[in-house]
Structure formats: structure tokens, C-alpha cells
């Protein structure tokens, strides 16, 4: 009997924890930087140090993706598309 490889893409939501630092003369003054940062030029933050929060991963429900797919199966022989969860049928 031969084997077959598969692999699963899954789109799921996490958060994502940066840490940057603030230069300002008092506590107080950091925080109404950093808010206002985050609020206005979250690009320009330039953080040291990201690390996802695993313990934080859910799965994302077709709905809450815009009826599109949030789990697709592929074969890796020739890498393709065999299911989504957006239709209850098999693709090919």
C-alpha cells in the first residue's frame, strides 16, 4: 500500500504581543505617547521584541471570515486544493 502526504492550512486568530520602549520624562507622559502611537502611528512603532501567545489561538468560523474558507486541505503530491469548509462538498 503506498502513502500519500496531505497538509492543512488553517486560518485562525491570535494575538501577537510587541514590546517597544518610550523615551519621556515621566510615567504618565510615556502612556499618553504610547496611546497615542498605537492610535495614530502604530507603523512607526518600532518594537524589539514580538512573540505570538499561543495559549491565545482560536479558530476563525467561516462567518466570521466573510463566508469564505478558513480550512483547506491540500495534497502535497501536486499540491492540490481537495476541500475548504466554505462549501459542505469536496472540491474536486
Known amino acids: 500500500m503506498k502513502e500519500f502526504n496531505f ?6 486568530t491570535i494575538w501577537n504581543r510587541l514590546k517597544f520602549q518610550i523615551e519621556a520624562e515621566t510615567l504618565e507622559e510615556a502612556k499618553e ?10 507603523e512607526e512603532i518600532d518594537h524589539y521584541d514580538s512573540m505570538f ?5 482560536e479558530e476563525l468560523e467561516v462567518r466570521d471570515n466573510d463566508d469564505n474558507a478558513t480550512l483547506e ?3 502535497a503530491e501536486d499540491t492540490d486544493l481537495v476541500y475548504d469548509n466554505s462549501e459542505t462538498e469536496l472540491v474536486n
Not at 497538509?7 to 485562525?12: F, G, L, Q, R, T
Not at 501567545?53 to 489561538?57: A, E, G, P, S
Request: with cysteine; glycine share 0%; charged share 40%.
Open 53 to 57: 501567545l499561543y495559549d491565545t489561538l
Open 33 to 42: 505617547k504610547a496611546k497615542y502611537m498605537i492610535i495614530k502611528d502604530r
Open 73 to 75: 486541505l491540500y495534497c
Open 7 to 12: 497538509y492543512i492550512d488553517e486560518k485562525v
